[in-house]
């Protein structure tokens, strides 16, 4: 059964940085390559597409892009989300996700297309 562990949250002001930490454990070798994403959610609404991985394609939110970026140490079977320039709005609990594969151009964007999630970290950025 393969298992996800984030780590990295905290506070910080607007305009700081952090750096989110998933290791991906168990499962078969093959799950050094999995598929990976990160989302984000908060109180009241849907849990929301960030960031994601998929070999050498990355893929980001608009509301991100520039700012955060997705990035996976193999030898370690971690992946990082490095947040910076970070906006009050990007207060959330940020969830690493994984997957063997997607099957569709855009199957990076949906929940439903992980089948591995953590437990989450909590963002706070103040104003």
């Known amino acids: 059964q393969v298992q996800l562990v984030e780590s990295g949250g905290g506070l910080v002001q607007a305009g700081g940085s952090l750096r989110l930490s998933c290791v991906v454990s168990g499962g078969t070798s093959s799950s050094y390559y999995y598929a990976v994403g990160w989302f984000r959610q908060t109180l009241g609404k849907e849990r929301e597409f960030v960031a994601a991985?998929?070999?050498?394609?990355?893929y980001y939110a608009d509301s991100v892009k520039g700012r955060f970026t997705i990035s996976k140490d193999i030898d370690k079977n971690t992946v990082y989300l490095q947040m910076n320039s970070l906006k009050p709005e990007d207060t959330a609990v940020y969830y690493c996700?994984?997957?063997?594969?997607?099957?569709?151009?855009?199957?990076?964007?949906?929940?439903?297309?992980?089948?591995?999630w953590g437990q989450g970290t909590q963002v706070t950025v103040s104003s």
């Open positions: 991985l998929n070999w050498d394609d990355r």
């Open positions: 996700a994984a997957t063997p594969s997607f099957s569709g151009s855009d199957d990076y964007l949906r929940t439903t297309s992980y089948n591995y």
